[in-house]
């Protein structure tokens, strides 16, 4: 684990200084200040906006980070040939998986940490003061980021970049919709695509299930046993992705 | 006692459903305790894909490899050795002595242990002056150096390099070929590969010349000269790659050595 850790730090000093990381934050922010401008709204229209605004542009930008990361961990060390030298020294390919995906995983919490920060420093100025469920949201958001990046750096160790890019964009929509898809599969009456979308639907991570947003801006509380449970469900997923990457990981020739 | 052995060791690359090149083939050989073995041969004949096999960086197609005595997964084995990259290239925003203390951690090296060690092997490669200078601004020289540092930072008793010498000044040459013989004399064995003959000439105790991912010959370089019956080692190399090329009928257009898998 010690030896995952400093592949992970090394990982995470490494994606500070990719430009993407700055320009993604710098305009995140910038979306989520301008939020503010709907002034000409009712007071408390205007907050639920700036909510809206702010969780989807954390989700939104958050998601582009960890998939921008997760594409330079796997491919830019082969491409820069930095990965000779870690896997002569005694690690194992599983030590390397798990450090980049800890590492990325630590970019991504500091992207939303700094979003969020910023995000709550809005509310202040309302005079709104975050509650409990905007934390509860920003979680889920985060949970989901990663379970976003674990499955780019899954892909990564098999597939070419253009591939994983175009992949992880259209899981990321998929994601989102398959609760809709679902729904209107159940009015098709052909029993094989059915089973198919059935069977899609346990397959592929529904990330609808992180997000909160709405009902946390109309003022619905979401209980501690829903962020559990949704957190479980994130977590066997990123295991899932993770053991898939290794798995290929150590079939690979660099 | 042999450190590193390989058995009947190919490597094939599939190309396509028809196309592969095969590039190492069947290779036998054993490097013993205490030498410096060098790897000689021209660009493209398996001298790198050799070593990666010896890494466990890429699989071998068929055969076996043992070092110390055990496979070239192994972590524990990898504790014992130290690799050189060709045109080593190390993430370049940290300076020498970040570099060496993040592949030292790699080893479970005790921070105390990695900083007695970037001193010394920093002053050893002559590097000292740039301690505060992040890689991006060294020279091919000093990149070169640092990345002999970087494989010595566990005090490896297996020192495998790949083409050690490329982009040194004939300064720069000269004080790696003392360095390695400094080395062997504290009891390591060296594995270099090569395509420099003067360089194999003057340090390597044994030698082994590939072509076309074939093993030509082996031996010491006073045993090989004799059984050729050449002058020095440039002559010997030319004999020996003339000698497999009219014994196998090949031509120097069949250098890819494309092969159909079918």
Not at chain 1, 79 to 93: A, C, D, F, G, M
Not at chain 1, 117 to 122: A, C, D, E, K, N
Not at chain 1, 171 to 185: A, E, R, V
Not at chain 2, 156 to 178: A, V
Request: with cysteine.
């Amino acid at each position: 684990m010690k030896k995952a850790w400093t592949i992970a730090l090394n990982t995470f000093h490494e994606s500070l200084r990719k430009k993407t990381f700055y320009i993604l934050l710098v305009v995140a922010l910038v979306v989520i200040g301008a939020s503010r401008f709907f002034s000409f709204l009712a007071a408390e229209d205007e907050l639920k906006m700036i909510k809206d605004v702010s969780f989807s542009t954390i989700e939104f930008f958050g998601a582009l980070i960890a998939i921008f990361t997760a594409l330079a961990a796997v491919s830019g060390e082969i491409e820069k040939r930095t990965i000779y030298t870690l896997l002569s020294k005694p690690i194992t390919r599983s030590n390397f998986i798990i450090g980049k995906l800890i590492g990325q995983s630590l970019i991504i919490l500091l992207n939303v940490a700094l979003m969020s920060i910023f995000f709550i420093g809005l509310l202040f100025f309302k005079k709104s003061p975050p509650d409990i469920q905007t934390f509860k949201t920003i979680f889920l958001i985060f949970i989901e980021l990663i379970l976003i990046g674990s499955i780019t750096l899954s892909v990564a160790t098999f597939a070419t970049d253009a591939f994983n890019l175009i992949f992880s964009f259209f899981l990321y929509i998929i994601g989102h919709l398959i609760s809709y898809g679902t729904q209107m599969l159940e009015r098709i009456e052909n029993v094989v695509l059915q089973r198919l979308g059935n069977m899609l639907y346990h397959v592929i991570p529904n990330y609808e299930n992180f997000n909160i947003k709405d009902k946390i801006v109309v003022g619905v509380d979401v209980s501690w046993q829903y962020v559990g449970q949704t957190t479980l469900y994130g977590i066997i997923y990123i295991a899932i992705a993770v053991l898939i990457g290794i798995h290929f990981f150590y079939k690979r020739e660099v | 006692m042999a450190l590193i052995e390989t058995r009947e060791l190919s490597k094939v690359y599939t190309l396509s459903s028809k196309k592969s090149v095969t590039a190492l083939n069947n290779v036998t050989m054993s490097i013993e305790e205490g030498e410096i073995f060098g790897i000689l041969g021209p660009n493209g004949s398996g001298k790198t894909t050799c070593l990666k096999l010896l890494l466990g960086i890429i699989f071998p197609t068929e055969g076996e490899i043992s070092i110390m005595g055990q496979n070239q997964y192994s972590v524990v084995t990898k504790k014992n050795i130290g690799f050189l990259p060709e045109n080593p290239y190390y993430y370049d925003y940290l300076t020498g002595p970040e570099i060496l203390k993040f592949y030292g951690k790699l080893f479970d090296m005790p921070p105390g242990i990695i900083r007695e060690r970037t001193d010394s092997l920093l002053e050893l490669v002559n590097l000292n002056n740039a301690k505060n200078l992040s890689l991006k601004h060294y020279s091919k020289g000093m990149l070169e150096r640092i990345g002999l540092a970087v494989s010595l930072i566990n005090d490896p008793k297996i020192l495998i390099l790949d083409e050690p010498t490329t982009g040194l000044d004939p300064i720069g040459c000269k004080e790696t070929r003392d360095l390695l013989k400094k080395l062997h004399d504290s009891g390591k064995t060296i594995l270099l590969s090569s395509h420099f003959l003067s360089e194999v000439e003057r340090v390597c105790s044994r030698i082994v010349i590939f072509h076309k991912g074939n093993l030509l010959t082996t031996g010491t370089l006073e045993s090989l000269l004799e059984e050729y019956k050449a002058e020095n080692l440039e002559d010997l190399f030319v004999k020996a790659i003339r000698k497999f090329d009219s014994e196998t009928g090949q031509t120097e257009e069949d250098a890819i050595n494309l092969q159909s898998s079918v």
